[in-house]
């Protein structure tokens, strides 16, 4: 299984950005899937994640209602829609595949993990 994300780069605070995340192998459609992200100097936290089927999710609070998490399970794809960014957004974004169908904020949930992309929101 392989996770690739994209989308990331510079962006003024109020901006908008649209990360993705392609999964390849045989586990995506029904398994979970979740963006985490890592701050500088901070450790690795939850941002949101979607269950298999696209009719659940769930956001940590520092991203409701400016962040979207979506999935389309034809094309093995899952993004994330940031709106309204701002400079505490700033991080490296993580795309990860769950080990179930439904899963939450934890790490351990969670089996495989993309590279990465930067997001940098100036102010």
């Known amino acids: 299984v392989q996770l690739q994300a994209s989308g990331g780069g510079l962006v003024q605070a109020g901006g908008s950005l649209r990360l993705s995340c392609a999964a390849s192998g045989r586990i995506f459609s029904n398994n979970a899937m979740g963006w985490f992200r890592q701050a500088p100097g901070k450790e690795r936290e939850f941002v949101a994640t979607?269950?298999?089927?696209?009719?659940?999710?769930h956001y940590a609070e520092p991203v409701k209602g400016r962040f979207t998490i979506s999935r389309d399970n034809a094309e093995n794809t899952v993004s994330l829609q940031m709106n309204s960014l701002k400079p505490e957004d700033t991080a490296v974004y993580y795309c990860?595949?769950?080990?179930?169908?439904?899963?939450?904020?934890?790490?351990?949930?969670?089996?495989?993990w993309g590279q990465g992309t930067l997001v940098t929101v100036s102010s």
């Open positions: 990860a595949a769950a080990r179930r169908p439904v899963s939450g904020r934890g790490q351990y949930e969670y089996a495989y």
């Open positions: 979607i269950s298999w089927s696209g009719s659940g999710t």
